[in-house]
DNA sequence: AAGTAACCGTTACCTCAAGTAACACTTACC
DNA sequence: GGTAAGTGTTACTTGAGGTAACGGTTACTT
């Protein structure tokens, strides 16, 4: 007998964590690079950004559209990282509706060019595969559809049209975070509340006309996760 | 005095109406393009198409984006050919709502392709500094602004949230289209329904909250224009 | 101690699509 | 007949994404 089992080289495992850390390196140096010469930078730009010339890049990132994948995560993170408590927190649901909302304006209030420079998506030439935006908004109307389809539940309504409603919801907040984040004209806790008002209403007019008395302030016992 | 009035030569004038045919031709050519061999399409493709080769291309369009956006025209066209009337109509509140959306829903299901086309703008490297979608939606906006203040004004409330309202209503819309265009659960006359539905609760829910009781089939006087 | 698998990094190149130069032909006004 | 607009072509330049080929460093393996 030759050697004792074939144990995975030690030299294969060594780098594991040092290549994310560069590769997370390499994201911000993106977002740096993209605040200082605007959202069309080039991948020379980015190395130049990172001390380091493009080959080095090319051993970290397939390619362009995976760089722009990454920086995508990165934001996905952000907003995850803040969404995900309001969209599960427990509570009232007039409460619950301004504070996800809030939460929402308040990660593209504080990553304004992170947040154009991700959904613009002019960054990639030739159209990505994995569409990161897409990919977020498709998650964040999942759990909506599910708060939602509970909330109609407990009325005892029909939850079907919950799908379409979180679609909605989501267009509706994006958009006019976007007008928002543009002219600044009012503030973010006032355009928290404006909204939310607004989908409460929805909300409240659709149980009215299934003969329902909703109470904005009832509790829903269910906390929901962001994910499966 | 040698000569009469320095005419214009005629030979300037004689191809002005020809010279916009030629260019409505490559924009179909575009758009056919870009149905065949999808949205990532060359401009050898789409002279290809036009059974041209590149240079006479560029007679007519300065540069890419100078092609993309008069695609972008041609598709805000068809948009605005149906949505100002649905916008200008006349009638109770609540018909008026459901006939905009429908208005929408109705071109992008036609044009599926082209909408998407204009709406991703991946034709286009470098961003271009026209964005005709967001164009378009700041005029839909803003002349929602307009019948929203109007109304409201009707039932003497401030009207002065009109504008994130308006800009809400778009995104809502426009992201709630994009989900039907893709997974085509329901039919159109049902979606439109729907939302019309949750727009007319959340406005009804304003008023209410304001303490005016209101009149869904409530007609409003004056018509509107798309523009000034 | 020698060998080697992973990384570090560079300069110089390749490739492909956008965009241009240069050339030749056609039409109809002057 | 001259000329100002257009018609069109092939063959080129340019610029950014991406790669080849080279050499050096570290630390695990034998």
Do not use: C
Request: no cysteine.
């Amino acid at each position: 007998m030759a050697r004792t089992v074939k144990g995975p080289d030690a030299r294969r495992e060594r780098w594991k964590g040092h290549r994310e850390q560069r590769r997370a390196e390499f994201v911000e140096a993106t977002i740096a690079a993209v605040a200082k010469k605007g959202p069309d930078v080039g991948m020379d730009d980015v190395a130049a950004e990172a001390g380091v010339s493009k080959p080095v890049l090319y051993r970290h990132f397939t390619d362009k559209s995976d760089l722009y994948l990454a920086v995508g995560q990165k934001a996905t993170e952000l907003l995850m990282d803040r969404m995900g408590p309001a969209l599960a927190a427990d509570g009232p649901i007039r409460d619950r509706i301004e504070r996800i909302v809030d939460a929402y304006l308040s990660v593209i209030e504080d990553n304004p060019n992170l947040y154009r420079f991700v959904v613009k998506g002019s960054f990639v030439d030739r159209p990505v595969e994995k569409d990161v935006v897409q990919e977020d908004k498709d998650l964040i109307a999942t759990t909506l559809a599910r708060i939602l389809g509970e909330y109609m539940r407990a009325y005892e309504m029909d939850s079907g049209g919950a799908e379409p409603w979180a679609h909605a919801l989501v267009g509706m907040v994006q958009n006019a975070g976007d007008w928002w984040l543009d002219r600044q004209t009012m503030s973010r806790a006032n355009l928290s509340s404006y909204l939310a008002t607004i989908i409460w209403h929805a909300i409240d007019g659709l149980l009215r006309s299934a003969g329902v008395q909703a109470d904005p302030a009832m509790p829903l016992t269910t906390p929901l996760r962001l994910v499966d």
